[in-house]
Structure formats: C-alpha cells, structure tokens
C-alpha cells in the first residue's frame, strides 16, 4: 500500500503533467485521480481545493527548482569561472530544459500567479534562486553591479523560453544574446 507522502507527491506530479499538457483550466479532480494512478477520494482528501492543490504543486516546483539553481550558483563560485563555463551554464538551464509538459506547467503557474495573489510568495522564492544563479555568474565575470543587472538577466531568460516554447527557436540564440550583452557590459571578457 502507498505511504500518504507518496499518493500526495503523485498528485503533485499529475498535476504539473497536467497543466504542462492543457493548461490550469485542465485541472480536474477526475482527470488528477486518473493520471495519478489514485482514487478521486484521495485527490479530495490530500487537497481540498483547486487552489490548494495548484499552490502546493507551484511550492514543489519552487523546491526543487531553488535547489537545482542554488547548487548551478554554488558551483558558479569558483575564481576559475570564466566565459565559457558561463556559455555552457546558460546552455544548461535554456538548452537543458526540453519543452515537454513538466517544464511548461511552471510558466503556467507563473501566469496563474500573476492572476492569483496567494500563489506570487511561492513565485517569488523561484525567481530569487534564479536572480541568485545569475547574479553569481555576472560576478564571476566581472560585470559591474551585478545585483542590479540580475533581474534583467532572468527576465531575458524567460522571455526567450517564451519565444522558444512559441516557435520553437534553438536555445543557442538565447545564449548567443546573452554572451553578447555580458561583452557589452563587462568589455573586458573576449
């Protein structure tokens, strides 16, 4: 028999395959029971709300996304870092990510944060480890004020996963554009 923990990490894991395949508006306790392999009663009885449950599994992705992204900073931290190693870092996390539906639930939860105040803490959390990932690899190469220019960074990011989700783009011209503007703004990187 399932432990408790593991029916409600199914649950999680179904419904972030779930939005990542028909969006938020596809969460249905029926379609959840069914893709987690569980009973409709369970559903009900681990959450007992649509917002719960996306708020939970929002906090989940944040978890392990702050934990990936903490140790791509962690390892940013060498004095050795150089160009390079960044290029292959931003290649890792835009060309790493292969589109399917676990890596496109998040940008739904971000948009349902944006429409949903409760979820924006948990949002948040997410995009401090991603500031902290980018503000690491800015130092490293020695851009001036890295803190302020992280932010920008990310938001890039973002916005060119938008654009490669929506016309299926190659990851390497977000990396092309960000080796560019670290040039222009630390010229003394080659």
């Given amino acids: ?78 004095e050795r870092f150089d160009i390079g190693q960044a290029a292959e870092t931003v290649a890792r996390v835009a060309g790493g990510n292969p589109f399917d539906s676990r890596h496109i639930a998040p940008l739904e939860l971000y948009v349902q944060a944006g429409r949903d105040e409760r979820l924006r803490a948990a949002a948040t959390e997410c995009f401090a480890a991603y500031d902290l990932l980018a503000t690491r690899i800015l130092t490293q190469l ?25 016309t299926g783009a190659p990851a390497e011209e977000l990396v092309d554009t960000l080796l560019i503007l670290t040039r222009c703004a630390a010229p003394r990187i080659p």
């Fill in 1 to 78: 028999m399932p432990h408790a923990s593991d029916t409600r990490q199914s649950i999680i894991d179904a419904v972030l395959r779930i939005i990542g395949q028909d969006g938020v508006a596809a969460v249905t306790n029926r379609r959840i029971a069914k893709e987690a392999g569980v009973s409709l009663g369970s559903v009900t009885y681990h959450f007992a709300t649509q917002h719960e449950l996306l708020r939970e599994s929002l906090l989940y992705f944040v978890a392990e996304e702050t934990r990936h992204f903490s140790a791509l900073a962690g390892a940013c931290a060498d």
């Fill in 142 to 166: 020695g851009v001036p004020d890295p803190e302020r220019l992280a932010g920008v960074a990310v938001a890039l990011v973002f916005g060119q996963q938008l654009r490669r989700l929506a």
